[in-house]
């Protein structure tokens, strides 16, 4: 899947806000009954590009164009820690087990303090799992677990580290010029998509 381009050099760092799929209802009483329909959030991005070149801006201009608009999914790398701002996160999705697959992308690069989970119990690194730096999908890092995890188990993370956010342009109708008028003055907007 393709990568966001990671060479822009942003003057601002971009914003990425977890957003949960809750269902809300009221009832009579006032109270609310709410549902859960996702264990793991998804991640829209927001960033000001105030600070970019044309050539930066050119290239951002391109890959929005190879995606065609708002149809093709990719990825996108938080810059932060890049920064050097610690960045910790926890209930990552990885993926749901299908009994033949043993080594999983981490939804993230540079990780570290890995605590890998299935179905919600912790598993113990070196007697359930090793962490291989990078050769993920973006270049991710990956989990190998010693035994493939069974058909329909929930596979999660925490880590401190790149979160990798599957994403999408927000905006699928935008002319060049108003691309490069909001992308520089009210930021470009990525919408996080479900799964890794």
Do not use: H
């Not at 050099?9 to 806000?17: G, L, Q």
């Not at 809750?22 to 600070?51: A, M």
């Not at 087990?97 to 179905?119: E, M, R």
Request: charged fraction near 25%.
């Amino acid at each position: 899947m393709a990568i966001f381009p990671e060479e822009i050099s942003m003057r601002y760092p971009f914003i990425i806000e977890p957003q949960w799929d809750t269902l809300t209802k009221e009832k009579d009483s006032g109270n609310e009954q709410r549902r859960q329909k996702s264990l793991y959030p998804r991640f829209n991005v927001r960033g000001l590009l105030s600070g970019i070149d044309s050539a930066d801006m050119q290239t951002i201009w391109d890959f929005y164009m190879a995606r065609k608009g708002a149809f093709e999914s990719f990825y996108f790398f938080d810059p932060v820690p890049d920064l050097g701002i610690v960045t910790s996160y926890q209930n990552l999705l990885i993926g749901t087990g299908d009994g033949s697959t043993g080594i999983w992308d981490l939804p993230g690069k540079s990780t570290s303090s890995q605590i890998i989970y299935i179905d919600g119990v912790t598993q113990t690194i070196t007697t359930d799992y090793t962490i291989l730096t990078s050769g993920g999908d973006g270049n991710a890092d990956r989990v190998s677990f010693v035994s493939d995890p069974a058909l329909g188990e929930s596979l999660s993370c925490n880590f401190t580290g790149r979160l990798r956010v599957k994403c999408r342009f927000e905006k699928d109708k935008l002319p060049r010029e108003l691309f490069s008028y909001l992308a520089f003055n009210f930021g470009i907007e990525l919408k996080g998509l479900a799964g890794n």
